[in-house]
């Protein structure tokens, strides 16, 4: 308990002052980890055992990257991804691989390890920044995506290599091979287990209605796939990463999520911290021009590949840039292969701790690194003629869906008009009935709680051009609607009110448009009994308009959000 307190003090401490310095959440877990660590401070000498519980947030990471790979993202995204993704794994982790065997000598095997996983970047960092600089849906922030989904596939390979080279004596192609094997009767496995089990056991827990059991199914799955995989010598992550992909397709995927958020954050930063607390500052304090020069080495590496392989996919030049940049770190899942090889005997504890230092410095210059690439893009986005140009052969980028709270009687007209105008849209709903009918059709459909932040993050609220509120439960719409202006402020909010009373209630809560039923209903009753009486169209249509305006007066005059019209 005394080392939880601990843990916790110097992570709220250490945190919010990188933060502020404009490094980010995860620097600062590792600076918390470094300094009470046996190498500096001292406050904590077990971190094997904190190391322990700190797997938990890989294997809750990997879970959450499993869920987002699902075969119509890939598809939509294939060139990036499996192009310009594959690529840059194979030719940065060759190179790496080389001036490893070059260096360090040993086995191909071992140098083929290292330059694999120092090829990966950081997922959880780059996506960070990316997020809060609003750049996901820019030109440079959908390539980076794309490679990282590709870097973050090839984790699954290297974690069962590791698996396999410190459980047998085969050859490096045989290793390869049966790697590989493993992965494609996983995914095997994933289909049938999906198809006739998953889905249906997750539908008959929804319609309990307990979100306490739903939130301890979603846990029992991925930490039983985790332990599953464990058993049979493969590692957790990889059991994490095939119980995301178990339900990367189910209706049930948003909640599941909003459920694992909570702890994967956590756990993650526990992962960091016991990274920083491994670390012996001793090894970096003896040669710290060596380490500082390998690092800016790797970097390099990674921009001066990155960098071409990307206009070779037709992204222009400043882009590119920006995307070599913001990717040219090493990240977690080197720490995560590298500490499982350390574990396993594969690589001598200096060996391990050199890497550790290398990955660590890199990591800590990636805000830099991300500043660098937004400058970058800011100045090539002034001198384009628009951002959402894609050159050929790049993956289509359509508009990112509107969000839709709820999709009762309301909720399903407003989507049928939005698939009139070719509009993409993504429904969440927490009754089953809903998802059960919508389940074969071709709308996006799923089941969640809109009333909990993590469910609407998931869904991708902090990107979408606008939310549409459209619950029947005048006290439910208050709810989301508060939630999202709380969680997302920047985010329009659309929603319908009852009456005029709620309609300003709703804008005290953070909605940026209402409409209230009554007074829409009243309008068009009043307009076809005027025109079947014989009035004159036209006259009709500016006295409802009038009528309208004078309506909803009372909210403008209180300054709450735009007109209605």
């Not at 840059?88 to 190179?95: F, R, S």
């Not at 990282?148 to 699954?156: G, K, R, T």
């Not at 499982?340 to 990955?359: K, Y």
């Not at 500043?371 to 050929?392: K, W």
């Amino acid at each position: 308990m005394t080392d939880v307190i601990i843990l916790l003090t110097a992570a709220v401490i250490a945190v919010p002052l990188c933060q502020s310095a404009g490094l980010g959440a995860i620097p600062g877990f590792l600076v918390a980890g470094i300094v009470l660590g046996p190498s500096s401070l001292g406050y904590i000498d077990n971190y094997n055992e904190i190391s322990h519980l700190a797997e938990l947030g890989v294997v809750l990471l990997l879970f959450v990257i499993g869920v987002e790979v699902n075969p119509t993202r890939l598809w939509r995204m294939k060139s990036w991804v499996l192009g310009l993704g594959s690529l840059q794994v194979l030719i940065t982790g060759g190179l790496i691989a080389v001036i490893a065997h070059q260096f360090l000598g040993g086995s191909w095997e071992i140098s083929l390890l290292i330059g694999m996983s120092l090829a990966l970047s950081s997922t959880a960092f780059v996506l960070q920044l990316l997020t809060q600089r609003k750049m996901l849906s820019s030109e440079y922030g959908r390539a980076t995506v794309a490679v990282l989904l590709l870097q973050d596939l090839s984790v699954v390979p290297l974690l069962a290599l590791v698996s396999l080279m410190g459980s047998s004596e085969l050859a490096i192609e045989k290793d390869i091979f049966l790697a590989l094997a493993e992965a494609v009767a996983i995914l095997l496995l994933i289909v049938l287990i999906t198809r006739y089990v998953l889905n249906p056991l997750l539908n008959l827990l929804a319609r309990l209605g307990s979100p306490e059991i739903f939130t301890a199914s979603a846990l029992l799955l991925v930490l039983g796939a985790a332990q599953s995989m464990e058993r049979v010598g493969l590692s957790m992550a990889m059991g994490a990463f095939i119980a995301g992909l178990l339900i990367a397709d189910s209706s049930y995927r948003h909640q599941i999520i909003a459920e694992i958020q909570p702890f994967r954050g956590l756990l993650l930063g526990l992962f960091f911290m016991s990274m920083g607390m491994s670390l012996n500052l001793a090894v970096l304090i003896a040669n710290p021009l060596v380490f500082l020069v390998i690092a800016i080495g790797l970097i390099g590496i990674k921009l001066l590949t990155l960098w071409p392989l990307a206009r070779l996919f037709g992204i222009p030049s400043k882009a590119a840039l920006s995307l070599a940049s913001v990717l040219a770190q090493s990240g977690e899942f080197a720490l995560v292969i590298f500490a499982l090889a350390n574990g396993m005997g594969l690589i001598e504890p200096m060996l391990f701790q050199q890497l550790l230092v290398i990955v660590i410095l890199t990591m800590l210059a990636t805000p830099l690194l991300e500043h660098l690439a937004y400058r970058l893009y800011s100045v090539s986005r002034h001198q384009a003629v628009s951002t959402i140009e894609v050159a050929p052969g790049a993956p289509e980028v359509g508009t990112r869906p509107v969000i839709l709270a709820g999709f009762g009687r309301m909720g399903q007209r407003v989507g049928s008009v939005l698939d009139l105008m070719e509009v993409p849209y993504l429904a969440i709903d927490n009754n089953v009935a809903v998802i059960d009918r919508e389940r074969g059709g071709s709308r996006a459909v799923y089941f969640g709680d809109a009333q909990q932040p993590e469910v609407l993050r998931a869904a991708g609220v902090a990107d979408t051009p606008l939310m549409v509120v459209s619950i029947d439960d005048a006290e439910v719409t208050e709810r989301v609607v508060a939630t999202a202006f709380s969680a997302f402020p920047d985010t329009p909010v659309f929603a319908r009110g009852h009456d005029l009373a709620g309609c300003q209630k709703l804008r005290a809560f953070g909605a940026s448009f209402t409409v209230s039923e009554t007074l829409e209903a009243s309008a068009e009753l009043a307009r076809a009994t005027l025109l079947h009486l014989g009035e004159d169209s036209a006259e009709v249509e500016t006295m409802i308009e009038n009528f309208r305006k004078e309506y909803y007066r009372p909210i403008e005059d209180n300054g709450s959000g735009e007109s209605v019209d």
